[in-house]
């Protein structure tokens, strides 16, 4: 709706503007959210079936632990879009 209130003024800087903000709101949206889910996924899922060795460095295993989860979680939610992609066209 934004964006259109932008081209039905013939407004090219504020159809750009409606763009870059909405863009921005949805990055923030999947930043955030991913990071939620990666530290809800790391203490119910990760932690309770494994637990990490205690003569290592327990935050480094944490975070490249949580780290992993995050790229798991995008690309899992990639994988997601390819397949609805596939069935809904």
């Known amino acids: 709706f934004t964006l259109g209130v932008g081209i039905a003024a013939n407004s090219k800087a504020l ?6 903000g909405g863009l921005s709101a949805a990055s923030g949206l999947i930043i955030v959210t991913t990071l939620a889910l990666s ?3 790391l203490n119910h899922l990760v932690l309770p079936l ?3 060795p205690a003569e ?3 935050y480094r295993w944490l975070k490249w632990t949580r780290r992993g989860l995050i790229v798991a979680i995008i690309m ?3 994988g997601f879009y390819l397949l609805l ?3 809904q066209d």
């Open 15 to 20: 159809a750009l503007l409606a763009y870059v």
């Open 50 to 52: 494994y637990q990490p």
């Open 56 to 58: 290592g460095n327990i």
């Open 85 to 87: 992609g596939k069935q």
């Open 39 to 41: 530290g809800m996924a």
């Open 76 to 78: 899992l939610g990639y």
